[in-house]
Each structure stands twice: as C-alpha cells, then as structure tokens.
C-alpha cells in the first residue's frame, strides 16, 4: 500500500478517533486500517496510537506526526490543484475565516458580487474572535485584526486599523461635546474588554497641541463585542471609540458622529490582516479572493497604508 494512502487513513483516524470510522471516511474495513497504522508504526519505531478495548488514544508523538502530515498533505493538495487548474477559471471550495465585526461589516457587502464574479468558487464561511490554527483547521485564508506573529503564516496587510472617538447625536445634545481630557472626566466611557486576555482597550485622547496621549479614564459601561459597542454608543450610553471598520455603517447613517480626527495606535505593525499559509503556490481560489478584496476595499478609500477615517469630518477641530 503505498505511503499517501497510509497517511490518509493515519490522519482520518486521528480525526475520526476510531479505526471503524476511519475506515468508513476511506472506503475500506477496519482491519485495513488498522494494519496500515500498525505498519506505520513500525515504520516509525514509534507508538501512535495507545490502543484498548474501549478506546484508541493518540499518543504525544501521533499528535506531532499528525501536525506535520496534515501540512504536507494540504500543501500537495494545493499544488496539483494549481498545476490542474492553471488555465481555468478558479473553483472549489474556499474556506475563509474572519473576526466577527470585520466579517459582518465588510465581508457580507463584498462575496455577493465575489461570488457572482466566481461562481465555480464555493464559498465556506467562517465568523468568529478565535485564533483558530489556519494550518491544523485547513483555512485557506483568515482575515484578522490586531498583530500576527506566526512564522508559518504571510500576513498581507489590508489597511491599517483607525480608530474614530464617537458619540451619538442625543448623548452630545444631553450632555455637551468634550473638548479636553478634563472634559472626558465627566462623561460616560464604552469600553471594549479583550476576550482572550480580559484586558481594556485603551483610550487615546487629544492633549491641548492636538497630539493623541494614552489616558486613564473610567468606564461607565463595559463590552467583549464590537457591535454591541457600537450600538451602546449609538444608543446614547456613552462615548466610544471604535475601529473604522465597527465605525462607518454608524457615521454613514448619521447615528454617530465623530468627535475628533482619526487615531492610529503607534504599533506600526498593528492593522487588518488577510493571512494564508507559506506555500511555493498560492492556489488561484485565494489569489483571486485576496485581488477581489483589495479592490474592494480601494474603492472605498482603502489599502495598506490608509483608511477612508483619514478623511473624515471631526465635529471638534484644533
């Protein structure tokens, strides 16, 4: 039997957690899967399974053995994939995985007409905040925001990350429009709380030359979801600040408005991340995809070193 289709069945067990169903994703009967495994181990001189009469159990080493399968067979896949398809019209599925507020704002406005554009491509789709191992869950490209720090990975910056100071029209009217730092101390603050770490996002504020500074500010109100962030603010709960993105629909429909020009965080690695394996090949699915949402989002003002927040209106001028 040769070596690939050993390692199909290795990862399908790994997967499936029993020889039974691994035979049954393959196509074959349980004691062809377990003699492969069995010769693979031997192979190996190593133990990948722990084996009992109620249950199988990967062993550290089938774990590690596993990682590295799983990479080359997805990177071989791609390969032949681009070589088949190097004249056609890209097709299969593409699996895109993308932080929820992104995802929601942006994306849902961009695949209908990606789609059409494609429709040999099939799209699956992928919404949440997790830092989901691209690589082990076989994404094929994730659009993130914040940092990237995974040597596997290239991160393709797709706009910097702006952040616009807002209010709604009703709090402004209730409570007057803040124009110092001391100002801020008397009025309500939104803030965003960091699932994974349970950290504050912190606030930039304007000092008397027009320079945003980090602040220390309390906050009347607290939130791990961007959009109900953007709604409590729109609602008249307060002031916040909320990335462009979390940001336009709400300034767009005048149920915000923006209090001072855009902030940029001084990590000048920091942005929106479309991010995809290393590979010698990048399949013509993700090629494609990734032109389609640069364009996009040039359109609107958009790209590697800018965001249409640069030129919005603030209602406080220095």
């Keep these: ?18 020889f039974a169903s ?16 069995s010769r693979l181990e031997a192979q190996l001189n190593l ?17 590690r053995y596993a990682s590295t399968v799983r990479k080359v067979i997805h990177e071989l896949t791609d390969v032949e994939q681009d070589l088949q398809h190097v004249n056609d019209a890209p097709s299969g599925t593409l699996r895109v995985n993308s932080a929820v507020c992104y995802g929601h704002l942006y994306l849902s406005t961009i695949l209908p007409a990606f789609c059409k554009r494609y429709p040999d491509i099939k799209l699956d789709l992928e919404i949440n905040d997790l830092h989901v191992d691209i690589i082990e869950n076989n994404i094929d490209i994730a659009i ?6 995974d040597s596997r990975l290239i991160a ?51 000092n008397e030359q027009g320079q945003f500074e980090l602040c220390e500010l309390q906050r009347t109100h607290l939130t791990d979801d961007g959009e109900s962030m953007a709604s409590m603010c729109a609602n ?18 005048g149920a915000l408005v923006s209090l001072y020009p855009h902030i940029r965080p001084p990590q000048i690695d920091s ?46 001028k220095f």
């Design 236 to 253: 008249g709960m307060g002031i916040a600040q909320l990335p462009h993105f979390l940001a336009k629909q709400y300034l767009d429909s």
């Design 156 to 206: 393709r910056r797709l706009s910097p990350m702006d952040f616009l100071t807002c209010a709604s029209p009703l709090y402004l009217k209730e409570h007057g429009t803040p124009r110092t730092y001391q100002d801020f101390e008397h009025h309500r603050w939104i803030g965003f709380r960091i699932k994974e770490t349970r950290q504050l996002q912190p606030i930039y504020l304007p």
């Design 1 to 18: 039997m040769d070596k690939l289709r050993t390692l199909e069945m290795f990862l399908a067990t790994c997967d499936s957690g029993s």
């Design 271 to 316: 942005g929106v991340f479309a991010i995809y394996p290393k590979r010698e090949y990048l399949p013509a699915k993700v090629r494609v995809f990734l032109d389609f949402l640069m364009t996009a989002l040039e359109e609107q003002g958009e790209n590697s070193q800018q965001t249409w927040a640069q030129h919005c209106d603030p209602q406080v």
């Design 47 to 63: 133990t990948l399974f722990q084996r009992s009469t109620r249950q199988l159990r990967i062993t550290d080493s089938g774990l």
């Design 144 to 149: 993130r925001t914040g940092f990237v720090k």
């Design 22 to 37: 691994a035979a049954k994703a393959c196509h074959t009967d349980p004691s062809t899967v377990s003699k492969a495994i």
